[in-house]
């Protein structure tokens, strides 16, 4: 079974500009988090996607949106990018049920200049 | 306001040796509680869990203790081993909710 791929790898953007990332999650997963992880942040949850619809957010400002498609897969777009933009973007899978292990893709690294 | 926290951002260990790594938490309605690791360039992996009902669970070399009265839990790693070097994640989550919540990790290295 493949496992949660995240495209692409690497992104460098400068500021003022956009950025959109996708996620497919793992074949039956329903459900599709983001987060963001900066050196000594941790990861910090973006938003949830469930069915096409955002299910959870976190506290980031409205610059950070994200949609879900019929087939599950997700992007994460970034508007007006900011230097402290620059992260690695993690997506993590589940079926969609409380309490299910998330998977995580290897993520996007993004460097905003 | 951090809910979960990993108050050492680092610890280094001889190999065969044990690591214990720390997680404290600060809601009481968290029930259950994971642990990720992370090597560099991938993203996290499962690496074990424990529900509130329980105080300890074992899987191999890794076993989790779960303190509640403290509101901490620790991962011991017994013997340590050079591919453990990674950083670890803690997390916590309760019965109402979809998404964990996530401490900013612990780098561990192990020395040879």
């Known amino acids: 079974k493949a496992g949660v791929t995240q495209t692409p790898r690497y992104l460098i953007k400068t500021r003022g500009q956009q950025v959109t990332l996708s996620c497919s999650p793992i074949s039956g997963h329903r459900s599709v988090s983001w987060y963001q992880q900066t050196p000594g942040q941790g990861l910090q949850f973006l938003f949830e996607?469930?069915?096409?619809?955002?299910?959870n957010k976190g506290n980031f400002p409205g610059r950070f949106s994200g949609r879900q498609f019929s087939n599950s897969r997700s992007e994460m777009n970034v508007s007006t990018l900011e230097l402290g933009d620059s992260a690695l973007y993690l997506c993590?899978?589940?079926?969609?049920?409380?309490?299910?292990?998330?998977?995580f893709g290897a993520g996007t690294r993004l460097s905003v200049l | 306001d951090q809910q979960v926290k990993q108050n050492s951002p680092s610890l280094s260990v001889q190999e065969g040796r044990i690591s214990i790594l720390n997680c404290d938490y600060t809601?009481?309605?968290?029930?259950?509680f994971l642990w990720y690791k992370k090597y560099p360039a991938e993203g996290p992996t499962f690496l074990i869990s424990i529900s509130s009902i329980k105080d300890k669970n074992e899987d191999g070399r890794f076993t989790v203790f779960l303190n509640k009265s403290a509101k901490h839990l620790s991962l011991h790693i017994v013997p340590s081993q050079p591919g453990d070097s990674a950083v670890y994640f803690c997390?916590?989550?309760?019965?109402?909710?979809?998404?964990?919540?996530f401490g900013r990790g612990t780098s561990l290295i192990v020395h040879p």
């Open positions: 996607y469930f069915s096409e619809t955002q299910r």
């Open positions: 809601n009481s309605m968290f029930d259950y």
């Open positions: 993590a899978s589940t079926p969609g049920a409380k309490g299910d292990i998330q998977y």
């Open positions: 997390a916590a989550s309760n019965g109402g909710s979809y998404i964990p919540t």
